[in-house]
């Protein structure tokens, strides 16, 4: 798998640029601002060889989504988003192509990615697993979580997707998240699970009092 990080914008975004090995078939994950964001973005693909033909949204927040319209009059590339995120996506002015739900397998151009539906920060999030890497969104941070008080958010559900769906997977498992928020722009689910404080609550209300506090 080709795997690109790209630090995007004023609020410490991280893009991603995916393609199979071969084929070199682009899908962008969250492109983030317009502008210069989607600029090196096409930068990066245009130096790698990558025709970048997707993009997968991980919600519909606008610092992860506001560079889509512009990425997409640049490149023809298909919109990929969880089929809970349509309203608040349709708000924002842009249209989709493949919707997803859970449990997904996502075949991009010989990329395949499953689809993990990660509810709490927003209805549809989604993280994103492929070869060992799993894509996080504003799901889990290196240190920290997603913010669970916004409108849409529910921190209940946000301890069942962190505990029950991302903490099942294996220690060795690669954590690359939505930005740049930790000492380390990516991590593992084994060392999140020994180091990151939010995961150590031990129960979801201990989860949610910490989560909503800070």
């Not at 630090?7 to 502008?35: C, E, S």
């Not at 693909?45 to 997968?56: L, M, N, Q, T």
């Not at 689809?115 to 709490?120: L, Q």
Request: with cysteine; proline share 5%; hydrophobic share 35%.
């Amino acid at each position: 798998m080709y795997m690109r990080q790209i630090k995007i914008g004023h609020m410490d975004n991280f893009a991603y640029l995916l393609a199979d090995d071969f084929q070199r078939i682009g899908t962008v994950v969250d492109p983030g601002w317009p502008g210069d964001g989607v600029a090196r973005l096409m930068q990066q693909a245009e130096e790698d060889g990558v025709d970048i033909k997707y993009i997968v949204l991980t919600h519909s927040h606008n610092d992860h989504t506001a560079g889509v319209t512009e990425l997409v009059a640049k490149t023809g590339a298909e919109i990929v988003i969880h089929e809970e995120e349509l309203p608040p996506a349709a708000k924002k002015g842009f249209d989709y192509d493949i919707t997803v739900k859970g449990n997904d397998l996502l075949n991009l151009g010989g990329l395949e990615l499953r689809i993990i539906h990660t509810p709490g920060h927003s209805p549809g999030s989604i993280c994103l697993y492929s070869g060992g890497k799993l894509f996080t969104g504003d799901t889990l941070f290196v240190g920290g979580c997603g913010r669970a008080d916004l409108s849409g958010s529910d921190p209940q559900q946000l301890y069942d997707s962190l505990f029950n769906k991302l903490l099942a997977l294996p220690d060795e498992t690669e954590v690359y998240p939505g930005h740049d928020y930790g000492d380390t722009p990516s991590s593992t689910i084994g060392a999140e699970r020994q180091e990151n404080r939010f995961l150590k609550t031990r129960s979801t209300e201990d989860f949610v009092s910490l989560r909503m506090a800070v």
